[in-house]
């Protein structure tokens, strides 16, 4: 039985900052890989943060979607297996449900959702200007 379960989203102001937590269970953090995903009203489902700990040549290797570069951070504690989601300078266009994810597969692309298998249930993150 694979659980993914968010927690963490609330309301801030630009600026502000959260933490979002994914914990996992069915899997080892250390041996999937993991992603956060958000989505707004209207809008596709995008990769904002992942972590390949699935593959071999590039494992540790994290992924940022342009938009959260030198904002979000994105990590993994392995003995708790959780994932985490660091997020400073938030702006209202960071305003969405944010979802985490995991995946069994060694191949695609690290932040396209497509790729992910498993999901939790999403948290809201609201951001105000």
């Known amino acids: 039985q694979v659980q993914l379960v968010e927690s963490g989203g609330g309301s801030v102001q630009a600026g502000g900052s959260l933490r979002l937590s994914c914990a996992v269970t069915?899997?080892?953090?250390?041996?999937?890989?993991m992603g956060w995903f958000r989505q707004a009203p209207g809008k596709e489902r995008e990769g904002v943060a992942a972590i390949d700990s699935c593959g071999t040549t590039t494992y540790g290797t994290t992924n940022y979607a342009d938009s959260v570069k030198g904002r979000f951070t994105i990590s993994q504690d392995n003995a708790k297996n959780t994932l985490y989601l660091q997020m400073n300078s938030l702006k209202p266009d960071d305003t969405a449900m944010y979802y985490c994810?995991?995946?069994?597969?060694?191949?695609?692309?690290?932040?396209?959702?497509?790729?992910?298998?498993?999901w939790g249930q999403g948290t809201q993150v609201t951001v105000s200007s």
């Open positions: 994810a995991a995946t069994w597969s060694r191949v695609g692309f690290l932040l396209a959702p497509r790729r992910y298998n498993y």
């Open positions: 069915g899997y080892g953090v250390s041996t999937v890989c």
